[in-house]
Structures are given as C-alpha cells and as structure tokens.
C-alpha cells in the first residue's frame, strides 16, 4: 500500500518511471551514482510502481526493468530513440546526469527530473583533452541547465545544490535528499597494527597517487601499511609509485570491504571532487573515521572535527594522517561519532523523499497548485536524516530555514 501522499499531489496509482542513466550496477565502472539509481528504483517497485532503467551495458537483472541503450557513448546518441520508446505514456522521465546530459526534455513530452550527483565541470579538462574538454563543459554547464530550465533538480549533498545553482539553475527548482547506507553485517577486528584504507574507482581525480607520495612521509611515524582497494585505469601506473608497505587488493568482494572497512584505522579520502562520498558513509558504520580534502561532496560526508577531519593542502592531510593515527583517543572518539551520524542514513528516506518530489513534478507538468508540503523544507546545509540536532524530513529545498509556504 502506496505511504500517503501530500496535499494536492498525484493520486495515489501506480505510477511508471523511467531513469535515463549512463550505467547500470553490472558495470564494473558503477559508483555511488548508480547505487542510489538502484536503491531508488528498487524502493518504488516495492511501494507498487512500475520502473524501467534505461542504461548503456552491460546491464544485469532487477526487481524493475532494466533496457539495454548502447555502450558508454553511443548512449548519447541513442536515448532520444530507444529511451524515448520506453517512457511513451510514462508518469515521470528521470534524466541521471553524471557530466554529459542526455537532454530529455529534447526529445519526451512526459515529466521530467534531472538528478545530479555532482557537477562535472572542473573534470572534463582533467579526463579529456580540448576540444572534447570544452564541449563537455559547454553541454554541462549551459545547454544542460537551460533545457531543463521548467524542470526539477534533484541532488544528494548541499555542495552539489550550491554548484547547481552556480550553473543559473534556480534554488527554489533545486531539491535535496539524502542518500542511505547499507546496513553493516556483524563486527570484524579491527587491525591491531595501523591500517590505513583507500577504497574506490582508480581514476585520476580520485587522487590515490598523492596518498602514495604522502605515504613515504606518514609511514615514518605510523608504521602499518597502506591498502588500496578497488579497480580501474589508473591500477597499473599506481602500482609503479608504490613503494614498501603498499597493498594493491583489486576489486573485493562485499564480504572483503566489509572486513577492510571494518580493520582500517582510517578511511583515507584524497578526491578533488565527490558528489557525495559514499564509501565515507560506508566506513562511517563501521565506526572507522575519515581523512580528506575540503572539497564539494566531502564537505557533506564528513562533519570535520567529529567524524573525521577535511584539510586543504596535501601537508595538511599528511600531518591529520599521521596525528589521528597515534592519537588512539581521538581516533576512537571520532569513530564513535562516524558511526552514530551513519546509522541514521537510510535509504528508505531516500526513497520517500524521492517519491514526493516525483509527485511534485508530475503535478507541475499538470499545472497544479499543491498545497503546503510536509515533505519541502529548506537545507540549511545537511541532507536529512544527518542533522546533528532534530531529524530532517526526507526532501528540503536548499536555501533558508523556513518551511515551504507551497
């Protein structure tokens, strides 16, 4: 039975949705962005709406449909036919945006929702040479905020609200939820000697060459070793910078992230840039703190001083290494409180929250005036259910304290 619904929204049916993403969880390159796809998507099929995942392959099987659109580019080119097929009659198109957008308001009549992670502007010139660089950023910061210039933004972190709005989008277009964790299997050890973690996609702007460097310095205080989990183009060439007491531990399983999540001291996080940081959240309910940069997305992840620490410069990092690392105290208090904020991040908020801003925009598209929203509050800078003081409902509009007035 449908969970009721706000005043003036759609009536409570079975709805069909339809995400537009650029992967499906069967690729070995899915993150974050396509884990929340798939949370969402699994959360409305149980709540008796109908979902198709329109994605490029490989795609493996779901609770929801899923359709194969082309490979990692011909997507682009391909979505305005077999993407455009499959929403005909839908309720609501969501366009996932991960830096090149697929423009659906282009090519479908039907409602809209662009859902962004992060914005991918400042990473174009570093995974592309021009001229592919400045049309990615052309498409993403104009044509893309433009075209869905009527439509709903929906984002997962404050920091990608406030590049949003940055690109021209409207603050009162732009809303928030939180994403959820998964829940942790029971405790492993953790590691009597220091281990240090770096777990996720081995690409450029993750930065894992910097810790590496950072490392020959660190040890020298910390003793342990250095794990660096996770698969991807940059494996090789990092491996050739790795000096002693580094582990390469490739793709692990879930039962293996789970123990290294759980064995780690901390959670190393060098990143440019992140949308959110799932993987931060992940350690967090293990009760492991985190170490990073003070950059977008991370800034949400971590509460700086309570959960981890964020720093600016790579001496910066290395010196909160190194003094977290043999500050036992602080180190365990931080973890307490890491794992405390993590276990009130539940996808079913994500999922509710999403739900109410799919019925705001299909009553949008419909012209309705939906009367005031139990569901719209105003950001205040934390995605719900991580507020340190009273509980957050599930979608907020960033901006001011108030609640909407509708």
């Known amino acids: 039975m449908r969970a009721q619904r706000s005043e003036g929204a759609v009536p409570s049916r079975e709805r069909h949705v339809v995400f537009v993403a650029w992967r499906d969880l069967a690729n070995p390159n899915a993150g974050g962005s396509e884990i929340l796809v798939d949370r969402l998507a699994q959360g409305l099929t149980e709540r008796g709406d109908r ?23 011909t997507q682009f080119l391909r979505a305005p036919v077999v993407a455009r097929r499959h929403a005909r009659g839908a309720d609501l198109v969501v366009e996932v945006c991960n830096g090149m957008p697929f423009l659906a308001p282009l090519w479908t009549d039907r409602p809209v929702v662009c859902l962004v992670n992060h914005v991918h502007v400042d990473l174009w010139r570093l995974r592309f040479r021009p001229p592919v660089s400045a049309l990615g950023r052309f498409t993403e910061a104009v044509v893309m905020p433009w075209v869905h210039r009527r439509n709903l933004f929906l984002t997962v972190s404050a920091s990608t609200s406030h590049a949003l709005t940055r690109l021209g989008v409207a603050p ?25 973690l770096a777990l996720g996609r081995l690409a450029g702007y993750k930065r894992i060459d ?9 040890r020298q205080v910390t003793g342990g070793q250095l794990v660096i989990a996770g698969d991807g183009p940059e494996r090789e060439r990092l491996r050739t910078l790795a000096g002693p007491g580094v582990t390469f531990a490739g793709r692990v399983s879930e039962e293996e992230k789970h123990r290294l999540l ?121 995605p719900p259910g991580v507020a340190a003081e009273a ?13 909407e007035a509708g």
């Open 51 to 73: 979902v198709t995942l329109v994605a490029a392959g490989p795609v493996g099987e779901r609770p929801y449909r899923v359709v194969r659109n082309g490979g990692t580019y």
């Open 172 to 196: 009162d277009r732009i809303r928030l939820i939180c994403n959820g964790v998964e829940p942790a299997p029971p405790p492993a050890p953790r590691s009597p000697e220091p281990l240090f």
């Open 210 to 218: 910097l810790l590496l460097r950072l490392w020959d310095r660190v």
């Open 262 to 382: 759980s064995a780690a001291w901390l959670l190393l996080h060098p990143a440019s840039i992140e949308g959110w940081g799932l993987v931060v959240a992940e350690a967090a309910l293990r009760g492991t703190p985190a170490v990073g940069f003070d950059v977008p997305g991370l800034r949400d992840s971590v509460a700086h001083g309570q959960t981890g620490l964020l720093v600016r410069t790579e001496a910066e990092f290395a010196s909160a290494w190194a003094a977290l690392a043999i500050n036992d105290r602080r180190r365990h208090a931080m973890g307490r409180a890491a794992r405390q904020r993590a276990m009130r991040l539940q996808w079913s908020a994500a999922v509710e929250g999403f739900d109410l801003v799919a019925d705001e925009a299909i009553a949008r598209a419909r012209g309705w005036t939906a009367g005031p929203r139990r569901a719209a509050r105003h950001a205040g800078g934390q």
């Open 391 to 403: 509980p957050a409902l599930p979608a907020r509009r960033p901006g001011g304290a108030g609640p």
